[in-house]
């Protein structure tokens, strides 16, 4: 029987507690926060996506960065063995529109509450309010951590689940990487993920809070070329543009958005063609005769966004549609079927879901989440540089290699 450390108690920690605890082990969680699963707590508004019911290939393909690192951890431990853990202990699930997976109470603390049941009925000790400070390592390997008041604490094996940098008021301020990069592993570019777009045209304030469905995004460089396409929802803030589509998007141009700014082309009305929607406007005219275009607009778009087209194509809200000349009708015709904005930039890290980027892969074994440079020490969830879709697909890469390091940790 191994005595074993755990840094972080977030749900990498907790669910690598619980997988070593049952082999026998010795666990010792130290968390710095007064609380376990603080960034857990917050996931999915408050109602916790645990993971994404879609088959295994298709999961594999949501994951953006080091999809075959994750291979071994996924196989090992999928998104229906958490599924099935959950249940065993208790909690009932559901499975939502695009497979994604909540507490059927929709309580993200239920999934926290079931969890820490579980380690406390397995003797896992957890240290609350507990900040580590160092990993101790002699010879090549692990030989426990040191705590920030100065206490040695021994063991065998130590994992490193701190998390990332996106919502430091949880506790995500990037101690893995410190201690990481300490141990000379190789800390790959950081940058904030699945996180809004800040763009240049002020006019969004006006659209604050419109959601917009069905619709489809191109987003483009410099150069014409598309780097992503995309169908769905989409939502305007007081800086930019967030939502589903787009938060995914922003995994896929991170180093392209470092170089320049690029070009969102929004498809207001995918479903019809240029022509199509040419005669849907002819007829709209026809059928209102001497109708202002404010109104008359009314038919194809959200009310907020009407005022915010006509000024963009530089049409007065008071001109009748009838008054139109083609060129008009066909210049209105190009911009709902692409509504041009310009991306400048992210948000930051308090509005990224994950963190892009981390302890580099190379350096950790697939099969065993051990680090390749120190012997007895281990790294599981955000801290590593493998990051994923929004729905539930980065919670999976937690649960899934932590409990894989929990199987091996001795």
């Known amino acids: 029987m191994g005595k074993v450390i755990i840094v972080g108690g977030g749900a990498a920690g907790m669910l690598a507690a619980v997988s ?6 010795k666990v010792s969680l130290y968390e710095k926060n007064e609380k376990l699963g603080k960034k857990l707590f917050i996931t999915g508004k408050g109602r916790c996506n645990i993971t994404n019911a879609c088959d295994a290939e298709e999961f594999l393909d949501h994951v953006v960065g080091n999809p075959r690192f994750l291979y071994s951890a996924f196989y090992n431990f999928t998104n229906l063995d958490m599924m099935e853990l959950l249940a065993e202990l208790g909690l009932p699930l559901k499975t939502e529109r695009g497979n994604r997976v909540f507490p059927k109470s929709d309580k993200s603390s239920d999934v926290i509450k079931t969890l820490s049941k579980e380690m406390q009925r397995l003797g896992v000790e957890v240290f609350l309010n507990t900040p580590v400070k160092d990993i101790l390592v002699e010879d ?65 304030k006006e659209l604050m809070g419109l959601s917009l469905k069905n619709v489809s995004v191109r987003i483009i460089d410099g150069r014409g070329k598309v780097l992503y396409s995309d169908f769905g929802e989409m939502l305007f803030t007081h800086f930019g543009v967030s939502g589903p589509i787009l938060l995914t998007a922003s995994s896929h141009v991170t180093k392209a958005l470092a170089k320049e700014n690029l070009t969102l082309s929004i498809d207001l009305k995918p479903a019809l063609t240029k022509e199509q929607l040419n005669a ?24 907020s966004l009407v005022p915010v087209m006509l000024s963009y194509i530089g049409l007065s809200p008071e001109r009748r549609g009838d008054e139109l000349s083609r060129e008009e009708r066909l210049a209105l015709v190009d911009c709902l079927k692409a509504f041009l904005l310009t991306i400048t930039g992210f948000r930051d890290y308090k509005e990224a879901i994950i963190t892009r980027g981390g302890v580099s892969v190379k350096e ?46 001795s």
């Open 20 to 25: 070593c605890a049952r082999k026998g082990n």
């Open 140 to 204: 090549g390997s692990v030989r426990g951590v040191l705590l920030q008041k100065g206490e040695r604490r021994e063991g065998s094996s130590v994992l490193i689940a701190t998390g990332g940098l996106s919502y430091p008021s949880t506790g995500s301020t990037g101690d893995g990487y410190l201690f990481a990069r300490k141990l000379k592993h190789t800390i790959t570019d950081l940058a904030p993920g699945l996180v809004p777009f800040e763009t240049k045209e002020s006019f969004v």
């Open 280 to 303: 849907r406007i002819l007829r709209e005219i026809e059928e209102n005769k001497g109708k202002q275009m404010k109104n008359l607009l009314g038919a194809l778009l959200p009310s």
């Open 364 to 409: 950790v074994n697939p099969s065993t989440m051990e680090s390749k440079l120190v012997k007895g020490l281990y790294f599981a969830g955000e801290v590593l540089d493998v990051d994923a879709h929004t729905g539930g697909f980065n919670l999976q890469i937690a649960w899934s290699t932590a409990y894989l390091a929990g199987q091996n940790m």
